[in-house]
């Protein structure tokens, strides 16, 4: 930036540079105190969440026990163990298990598969009805 020539104007111009320098450096330290209580905020909720994915998981484990021990009710205990196990490793690692994320693509596919199904019977059922002689 250009100086001007007068000593007065020269100082009044290195104020102003001074004030944009200190505001900047106000503003950066009000953008990193905010993005450190977001991560702070961000930390708290993923701890939360992954307490309650592995409350979750020794409730799936206890009813795989007691599934096993009726001898009844297996396969649904050990899906919802496996969705709670896949939610633990996921908080834990960031990603989904690929194991788990394949049985999410079975389970997406059973269901459309399932709504087929449902939608059949429903069409089956607005055909006119024939008339008896």
Request: aromatic share 2%; no cysteine.
């Amino acid at each position: 930036m250009m100086r001007p020539a007068d000593p007065v104007a020269q100082f009044g111009q290195m104020l102003r540079e001074s004030a944009e320098r200190d505001a900047e450096a106000a503003r950066r330290a009000e953008q990193q105190r905010a993005d450190a209580k977001a991560a702070q905020r961000a930390s708290e909720e993923h701890a939360i969440a992954l307490r309650a994915a592995r409350r979750d998981l020794d409730l799936a484990i206890e009813a795989v026990r007691r599934a096993l021990s009726e001898r009844r009710g297996e396969a649904e205990a050990d899906a919802g163990w496996r969705d709670a196990k896949a939610r633990v490793i996921e908080l834990e690692t960031g990603a989904r298990p690929e194991w788990a994320a394949a049985a999410d693509r079975a389970a997406a596919s059973t269901d459309d598969d399932h709504l087929a199904d449902e939608a059949a019977p429903a069409e089956a059922a607005i055909e006119e009805p024939t008339p008896t002689e």
